[in-house]
């Protein structure tokens, strides 16, 4: 008897239907939960597409833009130089020229000037063209 004491389910089927129901019930709560998460998740990760996005069109820009300077920096030192002398002063250009004249090497007016070597040359030059 002791055996058919255990077995419940055989004597009460509203029993198993209850077991059942709650089996039910609690997949269902699972699956709603699963569902929620996921939906959570593809919300951030659309938030987070966007994000990337934005951020790598910043990026591009920033490379663009460095890309820029970097051209600006690559001018050919001649230019810079004459770049450079344009903006001296008339007296500084004159002083250059005489002391050029009286046969300073260019390494010794760039000192006395406080210009660069590379600027006096080029200042040389031009008044060497201008007298041609």
Known sequence: ??????????????????VLALYGLLT???????RTRFRT?????????????????RHAGFVGKAQEQIAKLAV????????????LSFDLRNQV???GKK??????IARSCGLHEGDVDVL?????????
Do not use: C
């Open 1 to 18: 008897m002791q055996a058919n004491d255990l077995s419940l389910s055989a004597h009460n089927p509203m029993l198993i239907y209850t």
């Open 28 to 34: 269902i709560s699972v699956l709603a939960y699963v």
């Open 41 to 57: 998740a593809t919300g951030i990760l659309k938030t987070l597409q966007v994000e990337w996005d934005n951020a790598d069109s």
């Open 76 to 87: 050919p030192a001649p230019v810079v130089a004459a770049v450079k002398s344009a903006g």
């Open 97 to 99: 020229v005489a002391m």
């Open 103 to 108: 046969g300073f090497k260019p390494l010794e």
């Open 124 to 132: 040389l030059s031009m008044a060497r063209l201008q007298k041609s």
